[in-house]
Nanobody, 124 residues
Framework: QVQLVESGGGLVQAGGSLRLSCASS????????MGWFRRAPGKEREFVAG????????QYADSVKGRFTISRDNAKNTVYLQMSSLKPEDTAVYYC?????WGLGTVEYEYDYWGQGTQVTVSS
C-alpha cells in the first residue's frame, strides 16, 4: 500500500509562488508515475502535471504550462510542484497521485493512490 501526504499549500497573492511537496510512505513510489491534480470550488478535479518514474518525461495542463514545474526526488520518495506567477484561478485543493506504471498519466482513472489534498488560495 502507498500513502501520500501533500504539504506546502497556503494563501499567496497573485503573482507569487508556492512549492507543494508530496511525500510517500509504505511501498516505494520510485518506479511509479506521479501526478498532480486540482479541484477548484464548484468544479471537477482536473489534471495539472505528470511525471514519469525517472523524471525524464513530464506533461502539463495548458493552463499551467510555463508557470508550474513538476519534479521528483526518488531517493526521498517525494514529488514536488513548483508554482510560479500564480493567478486567482489557480485557487483549488491540490492532490498528489501515484500510478503503478512507469509512465505518467493525465486522467484520474490512470492513478491508483491519492493523497488527501492541500489547499492553495491565490488572492487578487
Amino acid at each position: 500500500q502507498v500513502q501520500l501526504v501533500e504539504s506546502g499549500g497556503g494563501l499567496v497573492q497573485a503573482g507569487g509562488s508556492l512549492r507543494l511537496s508530496c511525500a510517500s510512505s509504505g511501498r516505494t513510489v520510485s518506479s511509479y508515475g506521479m501526478g498532480w491534480f486540482r479541484r477548484a470550488p464548484g468544479k471537477e478535479r482536473e489534471f495539472v502535471a505528470g511525471i514519469s518514474w525517472r523524471g525524464t518525461s513530464t506533461q502539463y495542463a495548458d493552463s499551467v504550462k510555463g508557470r508550474f514545474t513538476i519534479s521528483r526526488d526518488n531517493a526521498k520518495n517525494t514529488v514536488y510542484l513548483q508554482m510560479s506567477s500564480l493567478k486567482p484561478e489557480d485557487t483549488a485543493v491540490y492532490y498528489c497521485a501515484a500510478r503503478e506504471n512507469w509512465g505518467l498519466g493525465t486522467v484520474e482513472y490512470e492513478y491508483d493512490y491519492w493523497g488527501q489534498g492541500t489547499q492553495v488560495t491565490v488572492s487578487s
